[in-house]
């Protein structure tokens, strides 16, 4: 796509299709309103267009894919506000309960990390001068997936492990 394509049904359909089937393959549930994902699927197809990578629609992307990298759908913040409020910051993917209308949405802050927070992490570096690591380590106990987040992740994306299976690691 070049940046003066115009987005056609016909394209959001389809991502509509793979992002589905992604979701449901690793143990996730997209929000049923059609009406507002083909919405945000169309922010996704937009910033593909303008930067390359499926940044976030609800949050503002610089451009620069490294800086991006905790933006881009899925986000960085997925499992922990699934965790916390049934819903990622954008209601794209939810929980069980809200699908089930057990839940209601509601307003999800922004947890993204500051920008000095995102340059150590993205850096590879576990520990600097003393400080702490940014999140806690979790590992499936199933399979020995690693995740560095506030919470372990809802279901493990490698063998559908449920949270309870994690285990702080570090």
């Known amino acids: 796509m070049s940046n003066t394509d115009e987005i056609t049904q016909e394209q959001v359909e389809l991502f509509y299709k793979k992002l589905k089937s992604d979701a449901e393959t690793n143990g996730y549930l997209l929000n049923p309103d059609t009406g507002f994902v083909y919405d945000l699927i169309r922010g996704l ?10 940044a976030c629609p609800c949050r503002l992307a610089s451009g620069n894919k ?3 990298l905790d933006l881009i759908c899925p986000c960085d913040y997925r499992d922990s506000d699934l965790n916390d409020y049934d819903a990622c910051y954008c ?5 069980k ?3 089930e209308g057990k839940k209601k949405l509601s307003s999800i802050p922004d947890r993204r990390l500051n920008e000095e927070q995102r ?6 570096q576990t520990e600097t001068a ?3 690591l940014p999140y806690p380590v ?8 690693l995740a560095a987040r506030t ?15 994690f285990e702080r690691f570090m």
């Open 45 to 54: 197809l937009t910033n593909i267009q303008r930067y390359g990578y499926q």
């Open 66 to 68: 490294t800086a991006d």
């Open 91 to 95: 209601a794209l993917y939810i929980t």
């Open 97 to 99: 309960d809200v699908a």
């Open 119 to 124: 340059n150590l992490r993205n850096s590879g």
């Open 130 to 132: 003393g400080k702490p």
């Open 138 to 145: 979790w590992r499936c106990k199933v399979c020995g997936y």
């Open 151 to 165: 919470d372990p992740p809802g279901v493990c994306p490698v063998c559908k492990a449920t949270k309870e299976r």
